[in-house]
Every structure is written in C-alpha cells, then in structure tokens.
DNA sequence: GCTGGCACTCGTGAGGACAGAGTGCCAGGG
DNA sequence: CCCTGGCACTCTGTCCTCACGAGTGCCAGC
C-alpha cells in the first residue's frame, strides 16, 4: 500500500497536470503544493509511483504525468465530486426551465452540459423499453391508409404509416384504437407484445389482415427504436484537447459520429451512481485517450436513459463529475414534472 | 476580359491545387496540363491572373493559390456540375430507401451526403409554414390536461401539453377534435390562424376557456416551430481540411454548433437552383475559410427545406454541386410518396 | 506574342551548439 | 529508517547557420 504522502504526492501530480497540461517535475511540485518534504523525497516517492504504474514520464529528463491507473486511484480514492457554485446551479435552472417538449430538454441539457464542463455532451433519449404508454392513436389518412402514432410518458412521439390490405372502416377503426388503448395505456413497452397477441381474434375475419398489420407494426417500432437515439453537442471543445488535439481529434469526432458506439459507451455506465471510465478503459479504440464520465437519469427512483460527457482523460473530474450529476438530477426532475 | 488560355491555366490551378494542397507553380501546370505554351508564357498569364486577383502566392517564390474571386470565376464560368457515378446513385438509393419516418429520413441523408462529398452536411427539417396540416388529434390525459399533437404533410410531429382552465368532457373534445380538423386539415401553416379564430363562439360558456387555450397553444406551435429544426453530420471530415486544419477547425466547429448561424446561411440560399458561398462571401466570421453549396428540396416543385455542405474553400466543386443535387432530388422523391 | 535564359528571393530542412529542466543516485545527518 | 543536499547525466527544445531547390520576374531574341 502507498502511504500516506506518496497518495498526496499523485493527487498533487494529476492537479498540476490536469492544470498546466505540462510534465510536473519535483521542484515544482514541492514549490506548488505543501508537502513539507524537499524534491529529492518527491522523486523518490515519484520513482516508486513510477514503478507501479501510476505515473510515467514522456522521456528520460521530464517531468512525469498521470496514467490511466493514476487517474484511476484519484478518482476512486482522492477525489471528491465538486459540488456546483450557486451561480452554476441557477444556471441550470434558467436553461432548462421552459423547455417545451421533450426535444427541447434534450437538446438544451446537452448545451447545458457542454457549457459547464467544457467538453462534449452526450445525452440519450429516455429509452422506449422502459417507458410506459400514455396513448396510441390511429388516423385513417385514406380509405386503405393509416398513421399509427406512439406517445409515451416521457413525451417522446413515434409515428408509422401503414398500409392496409383491405379498407377499414371508421367504426373499426375506433373499436381498435379503443381496445388497443385500454390494453396497453400505463404499461410498459416491454409487456406490449403479450397484451395484443389475442386482438386480432375478436374482430371480424375480413378486418383482421389489417388488425394484424397494425399490430405488427406497432410491434415492429418497439423492437426498431430499442435501438435509442440521442443527441451530442459542444464538439468544439474538442479543441481543448491539448497541444496534441490534431491527432486525437479524429479518432474521436468519428466515433462521435457513430450513434452504435456511444450507446454502447453509455451503455456499459452502470444504472445507477456515476460511471468514470478512464482512457483504455474504453472498449473503443479511438477513445482511447478519453474519459468518459456518465450516469443514468430517470423521472421517478428508476434511471430511464443516461446522459455524460467524452473529455480527454486530463480532466477535472471532481468538476465534471459534479456538472454531470447535477445536470442528470436536474432532468429527472424536468421529466417528472412533464 | 480574359483570353481564352488564361481561363485555362485558372482552371488547371483549381484543380491542381484541389488535388495536391500545394501552391502550384508554372512548371508542374504546364508538366500536367496540356495547355501547348511553355512556363514563362504561363508565368506571364498567371503574373495577369494576380493582377486581377483570382490567384495569389502564399509567399515570394510559391506557387499560386486561387482566391476566392479565383474559385468564384471558376465555378461561374469554368466548372459544370459533374453528374454522380452509377455506383453513388445506387448508393443514395440503397441508403434512403427503407427509413421509417421523418427522422430517419433526415438522419440517413445527412450521413449519406456526409459520406459522397467527404464534407460537413447540413439537412434542414422541412419547413412547418410552408407545410400542410394532415391531421390534429387531441388527446385527453387527465380531467383538465390534454395533448395536443400536429401532423404535416411531410410526417413531421409536433405535441404540446395543455392544462386546461376547466374540465373538458370527452363529447366536448371529440366535438373540438372535429371541427378543427374540418377546418385545418390541408391547409397551410400560415392560414391556420385566420381558419380557427372564430371557433370559440360555437362552443358552450363553460367550454369556451378551454378551447381558446387549445387555440393559443396551437398557434404558439406554429410559431416556436418556425424557428426551424436542422441536423449535421460529418464533422470528422473537417479533419481533412487541410495542414492548417488545427486553426480552422475550431471556429468552424463553433458555427457548426450554432444553430441560428446555420439556418442564417442556408436561409441566405436561393429558393431554386444551387448556391455556392464561397469563403468571405459567408457572412459569418467563422466561415471565412470555408465554402457552403446549399439547395432546396421538396415534396413538390416547391422547396419545403434545404440542405447543404460545408467544407474547405478548396473544395471539389463539380463534385460536390454534383452529389447535393442529387441527394436533393431523391430526397425531394422519398418525401412526395411518403 | 511566345520562348529560353538568368539572376534573385524565400521557405525548408539538416546539422550543431547550448541552455534548462528534470532525473537518479549517493553519502551524510536527524 | 527516512529525509536531504549535492552532483553528474540525459534529454528536449530552441536558436543559429547554411545550402538547396522551387518558383518567380524580367529581358532579349525569334
């Protein structure tokens, strides 16, 4: 185990670094911080961090940074999540006040984050498969022709056009939007599929083609839109990144680009408490070199979707992980009241 | 005006400088470009050319670049829109056939644009006030809270909540739900207005409240959602601006971020035909070293939106003007069956 | 009006010297 | 046993210089 001094010494290192982006050496360090030891006790207690991989220098003759494990330990160990200044948490609260539907909250959250943390904001759309159904309405656009719209708890609206394969009368119609209603309003999108199966058996044989298509392909956008979306923002703070952005920022903007994998980035966040998944600890190749500090948040007690934010992995995650919790808290908040 | 042969060298400085990203001097021209007269005499041309200034050096003894007058000539006078190979009309095809909705729609044309011309593109939402309504549905949820939801012609979605100042019943909702269908379905956005304004007065006392609350929150939509709805896609491309691309990318990402500046410059295109803004012919700052080739596209013969690209000033631009055409049509195309 | 020749200008890249920062190690002292 | 000051060493980054080459502008001749 490190003592005492030795942890210091590192939180004092990631400080400085995730400060001034530039190898601390052991002059500065001792001038910086009050460790009460002179440099030649730091580099002792670096080389030693050194060997255990905690901290590694460019070259020879530099000063040294943190690795992947280094900002590991200090975020499990010696950091803290920062709580937010009171003028950042009126700041949430002017932006994400009068949102008017549920595009409007995402789409603000992720400018909101973007802006406090200074990197990239990733938020996803509260998910179908645990949202419950509020309504599911049937238009009939022409005789053979009908819109079927999905609108869930969470205010988020699918629609689908259908194609009959045989005229459907109005009556029909609304015996199905109304049988269908009282099946499946206030349940889970999940339980669906159960709760239809047998409509298609009380209805006359020469409506029930088209009860089945309707079924279907209500059945068909569960499945389809499982595959979540979500919206990015604040990509110029990419440039940020460091001396070294030219090169990173490539590999990074394309896995942005790429829906699949920042879901997949989300979804290895655990469902509850916050996630920090540190450099290679990312199963993406090209995040390599980024942190990504993520958490679900949810309307009630349950986390309905997860939002966060992709920053180099010298950040300041105290900071981050603060914004970050804040802001998801301040959505489900949002969400609930909806 | 300039002779023939001097268009000619303009010409093979464009595309030679598109391809290499290099100043391109009098001996490479003539070496790569069958233009029948010896390097002094383009010398000679291209002192002319910088006179007049459609070319200039970087520095003493470089080669020549094209300005941005020089690229303007050229894709005035010089250039034609190069028509897309068999395999990339295939490719827009197999890619936007089979999306489900309006959103997919959007989302698969901004990758596919992003992907034919390797640059940033842009694809705007249709237009609400050029659209027609298809369907209003109104929804009860509560006693005394409803759900408005809007449909157009080109299968975009808008809902709105409505807490209303009394109970409703559900005669008086399906009586409402009626009569504004009657009135609205098929009509443009803009007339909306004047086509419900007297609605009210056929209603009971006790209902009117709620229905002029319906009616506010309706025309509200209308308006909110004239500030239109775009998305991009592409970013990682900025990446091949070019060797300076670490200075450019910054400002370029900030613009792109900024929505209002992106409706600003696709608004600033022309209704029909393409527009080509080429470097400090965009009005914003950010965009001074970049080229935006915008379109219309619609259902009909008229424009609802447009889309676009933008990318570096040294840009192909037969190419490009080629590949937005076209997606623009076909897109143009989904929407009128949809 | 085109061409070949020539002198001139600069940016670029290689090579070398130098200062500065930072390290590792060691011997001495609390 | 741990800390400290000192010292030699190793790099990198920077600043020269210098030679090279690409490209130009100009001029005289055809």
Redesign the pocket.
């Known amino acids: 185990m490190l003592s005492e001094?030795r942890l210091e010494v590192l939180r004092a290192i990631v400080q400085d670094y995730v400060g001034t982006e530039e190898?601390?050496?052991?002059?500065?360090l001792t001038e910086r911080h009050k460790l009460?030891?002179?440099?030649?006790?730091v580099?002792?207690d670096?080389?030693v961090l050194?060997d255990e991989g905690f901290i590694a220098?460019p070259?020879?003759?530099?000063?040294?940074i943190p690795t992947d494990k280094g900002y590991r330990l200090f975020v499990d160990k010696l950091a803290g999540v920062k709580p937010l200044s009171s003028p950042e948490r009126r700041a949430i609260h002017n932006f994400l006040d009068g949102a008017v539907d549920l595009d409007d909250v995402v789409g603000r959250t992720v400018r909101l984050l973007a802006q406090l943390t200074r990197q990239v904001a990733v938020v996803q759309y509260p998910s179908l498969t645990r949202s419950t159904v509020r309504h599911v309405e049937l238009l009939s656009l022409a005789a053979a022709r009908l819109m079927l719209v999905l609108i869930t708890d969470t205010g988020r609206v699918e629609q689908r056009m259908i194609d009959c394969p045989a005229p459907f009368g109005e009556t029909s119609l609304a015996d199905l939007r109304a049988r269908l209603n009282s099946r499946v309003v206030g349940r889970r999108f999940a339980d669906v599929p159960q709760l239809v199966q047998d409509l298609p058996d009380s209805f006359e044989s020469e409506d029930r083609g088209t009860v089945s298509t309707v079924l279907s392909t209500l059945l068909e956008t569960l499945v389809e839109e499982t595959e979540e979306r979500l919206m990015i923002g604040g990509t110029s703070n990419l440039t940020r990144f460091g001396h070294d952005f030219p090169v990173m920022i490539r590999p990074v903007l394309e896995a942005l680009e790429e829906q699949v994998v920042l879901l997949k980035l989300l979804g290895e966040a655990k469902d509850s408490g916050m996630t920090v998944r540190i450099g290679h600890e990312n199963a993406h190749e090209g995040l390599n070199s980024t942190s990504v500090v993520a958490v679900g948040y949810g309307s009630g007690d349950e986390a309905v979707a997860k939002l966060g934010v992709v920053g180099p992995t010298r950040m300041d995650y105290p900071g981050t992980m603060g914004a970050v919790r804040a802001v998801a808290r301040y959505v489900g908040q949002i969400l609930a009241e909806s």
Chains 1, 2 share one sequence.
């Open positions: 001094r190898p601390v050496g052991s002059k500065a009460g030891v002179s440099p030649a006790t580099r002792n670096m080389a050194e220098q070259h020879t003759s530099a000063g040294r």
